[in-house]
């Protein structure tokens, strides 16, 4: 699969999530592929299936938008520096996320994603003790930061 088909197939996986197709999202995926997220790691397409039925659930009118590098695609490995946006439980999410993909042919076989979830944290907490908890590890990570 040439770079730019890649890259054509990762913006049109991308597109599917905004639209909530999931059928069609998961034609981006080998049938034994992986996904592995702050979550955990997802196998095959069934376990896919069922944690972007989830994340599409927890996150309402998801989009994403290129940051960064945007998709960088070097034969079989791509990578997609992006902001995802979306509801969650009524609160306003964003967060800037890393996805690297490797391709089996012209699908993908291994997903990888790492998200700023504390960023996410902080815009999701609600009521003065998911604040507070919050707020104190943020406090611990950032000790003597400055």
Known sequence: MAENK????????????EKKDVDRALTFF????TWTNSEGTFKGKEEIRNYT???LEAVKDLTFTDDGIGIVVDGNKAVYQHIFEGLNEGNRIKARSIC??????????QHFTTTDRLSMAKQAATGPFARMAVNAIVKRIEK???
């Not at 890649?6 to 999530?17: G, M, N, T």
């Not at 690297?100 to 076989?109: A, E, H, L, S």
């Open 100 to 109: 690297t993909y490797q391709f089996d042919g012209d699908k993908c076989n």
């Open 53 to 55: 039925l989830w994340m």
């Open 144 to 146: 003597g930061l400055r």
């Open 6 to 17: 890649k890259e054509i197939a990762i913006r049109d996986y991308v597109d599917a999530l």
């Open 30 to 33: 080998t049938d034994n592929a």
